[in-house]
């Protein structure tokens, strides 16, 4: 079982980022959740480890794409 944690960080010169950490590389794809996210939202981003970091605020609405995109995998 995975505990997925979705926050939101400021970096440098103020910038947001939603960051959503916590995913098991083994039993997804990240870089391809990552893509379908950075799509859906229109933003920038990157895979770091096991965590996605996308730029922007966009918490409420990846919270519940990211759980549609994980259910259509398994």
Same mark, same amino acid.
């Given at each position: 079982?995975?505990?997925?944690?979705?926050?939101? /960080?400021?970096?440098?010169?103020?910038?947001?980022?939603?960051?959503?950490?916590?995913?098991?590389?083994?039993?997804?794809?990240?870089? /391809?959740?990552?893509?379908?996210l950075k799509s859906k939202?229109?933003?920038?981003?990157?895979?770091?480890?096991?965590?996605? /970091?996308?730029?922007?605020?966009?918490?409420?609405?990846?919270?519940? /794409?990211?759980?549609?995109?994980?259910?259509?995998?398994?």
């Amino acid at each position: 079982e995975q505990r997925i944690k979705i926050k939101e /960080e400021k970096r440098k010169f103020g910038k947001m980022i939603t960051v959503i950490e916590g995913i098991n590389g083994k039993e997804v794809d990240i870089k /391809e959740i990552a893509r379908k996210l950075k799509s859906k939202f229109a933003c920038g981003g990157t895979v770091k480890g096991n965590q996605i /970091e996308l730029q922007g605020t966009h918490s409420t609405k990846v919270k519940v /794409e990211f759980y549609k995109l994980i259910k259509q995998k398994l």
